[in-house]
């Protein structure tokens, strides 16, 4: 194809035509080894049928208060855009795991949220976002761009009215393999952070695609909005 705009580096991660999908083992963005949420239950016990003295006349309850967000509560949201250095935006859709590997939606031009993961604004837990660099079919895909997204710079997300902004602090090339074992990526007990994921390295077709993923991670600019 084309030279891409971002320069060698992107093109030498981007030889032949391939398939970069991270649901599949050739580029598998496995979350099934990320922290395991805890779950709570809350109960109420009774125990018998207290007695109730009943009022000699009816008497009428004041009206009760409307309750409105204090400015300081804190904003959070599922992302439904995210905006790369330079201006470039995609559609953000949720993903789901199966069997342990992130579903990335299937268009190259869209991005996955992992639905197991932080929103945006949370106080702590990573925002997953996972894209293809490229596919058979549409050829180079949106988090392409991220092979050429340097640290310092900003990434924006933006849903429901609200955005929140990131800075990146770090990049870094994973094995397949250790993504979910040893990259931290989908780590919940962290500070807050967005982690920008996406396939890199040599492409291996009898291993079903590239050999590693680029995690690109950046940390929050103040509260969302």
Known sequence: GDRPEGGPSLKRALTGTALCCL???????????AAPVP?????????????????SAPTSAPPGRIG?????????????????????NASVLPATTVDGHLQVPAKARNVGWWDGGAEAGDPYGSVVLAGHVDTKTEGLGFFARLLDVRRGEVVVLRGSGHVA?????????????ALATKSGAFDQTVDHRLVLITCTGAYDASRGGYE?????????????Q
Do not use: E
């Open 165 to 177: 902004s990131y800075r990146v602090i770090s990049i870094a090339s994973v094995r397949k393999d």
């Open 212 to 224: 590693d993923n680029l995690v690109v991670t950046a940390q929050p600019i103040g509260l969302a």
């Open 23 to 33: 649901a599949l083992t050739g580029c598998a963005a496995g979350a099934g080894s």
């Open 68 to 88: 409105t967000p204090a400015p300081s509560q804190r904003v959070r949201f599922v992302p439904q855009q995210v905006v790369l250095p330079g201006g470039a």
């Open 39 to 55: 779950t709570t239950t809350f109960g109420f016990a009774t125990t018998g049928t207290p007695s109730v003295p009943q009022p």
